[in-house]
């Protein structure tokens, strides 16, 4: 490099040791350079891409509004920023406003707070985050903190182990007291091939009031096509055994032994450079227990619109 610092092949090797390294700073300006030499070079367009798509900072802010048959309603609104310092160290800031509701009692609860999170990135794939802030719920004040510790082995199989403490906010019981949840989980994610993705995630919840739930869950992606338009198909399943200490009522929204199966279709079509629409629909099949709950389907529709380092996201769920 110092003898050829014009050799275009040189350059490009360089660029992508240093992305798959993880020094995406380097190999950024090493595009750049390469990209002077050969504005039509494909791997330094694709490598500046996917760095500004995973490394840039940004502030994100949405609603959710989420209702079930049961007359339980969530309304969320997170705004959440990213600042990176450098490749090394990176800072998440978050706050939201949370909003709960359960028509069956006419329970209502408001709450609101934030967090700050800051992650070491020691190589690509290999990271150590720790986050503390702190939520209100009427006159309650609480503390939360997690961290998580990610892994990269053989740059295909990605372990990460992440620890939460949280207020839960979960049914009836959650919005009149105050349940803590002391959150343990393990989530492996392989990219088997390109076109092939299988994680699995295995989670254990502690809850102040003598409950403690476990979960195991695996997740399938499957690109049936990664060109325009970009289909693929995800396969979801999840059991979640939750021990209830209550006789008398269901205090979460969480049946005990629940088995769901997700079966998805996800269609994403680019209109224009700046515009992109899709849609998915859903199939899920759940099961308690020996009771088998009504089969459901799921459609989601969406759109994206891009402008420089703006974007913004619709999106419409129908279940």
């Known amino acids: 490099m110092k003898k050829f610092p014009q050799h275009k092949q040189a350059i490009e090797l360089a660029m992508q040791l240093h992305y798959y390294s993880g020094e995406w700073d380097v190999s950024r300006k090493e595009a750049e350079e390469l990209l002077k030499i050969d504005p039509q070079n494909q791997n330094a367009k694709r490598i500046i891409d996917e760095i500004k798509a995973n490394y840039s900072n940004y502030l994100l802010g949405e609603t959710k509004w989420l ?3 049961n007359k339980l309603t969530k309304l969320i609104s997170p705004i959440e920023s990213r600042y990176f310092f450098n490749r090394f160290f990176e800072m998440r800031l978050n706050f939201e406003r949370v909003e709960l509701r359960d ?6 609860s408001y709450g609101y707070g934030g967090f700050a999170k800051l992650r070491y990135n020691l190589l690509r794939g290999i ?5 503390a802030g702190a939520f209100k719920y009427g006159t309650n004040i609480f503390p939360i903190w997690d ?5 990269s082995l053989f740059d295909k199989i990605y372990p990460q182990f992440t ?8 049914g009836v019981r959650a919005i009149e007291e105050k349940i803590v949840n002391d959150d343990f989980s393990l989530t492996i994610y392989n990219q088997i091939f390109p076109w092939l993705g299988l994680s699995f995630w ?3 919840g502690i809850y102040s009031d003598g409950n403690i739930k476990r979960t195991l ?26 021990d209830s200490i209550y006789v008398n009522s269901i205090p979460y929204w969480t049946p005990n032994n629940l088995s769901t199966y997700w079966l998805e279709l996800n269609f994403r079509q680019d209109i224009l450079k700046w515009l992109s629409v899709g ?8 099961r308690s227990g020996g009771e088998r709950y009504p089969k459901s389907l799921n459609y989601r529709f969406f759109g994206e619109i891009k402008a420089q380092s703006f974007e913004l996201y619709g999106c419409l769920g129908l279940t």
């Open 67 to 69: 209702r079930d048959s």
């Open 103 to 108: 028509d069956r009692i006419q329970g209502r």
């Open 127 to 131: 990271y150590f985050e720790f986050g």
């Open 147 to 151: 961290f998580s510790l990610g892994l």
């Open 163 to 170: 620890y939460k403490r949280i207020e839960n906010r979960e």
């Open 202 to 204: 295995v989670d254990y």
């Open 217 to 242: 869950a695996s997740y399938l992606n499957l690109f049936i096509s990664k060109k325009n338009p970009q289909i693929m198909f995800v396969g979801f399943y999840a059991f979640e055994d939750f």
């Open 279 to 286: 849609t998915a629909g859903a199939m899920v099949f759940a």
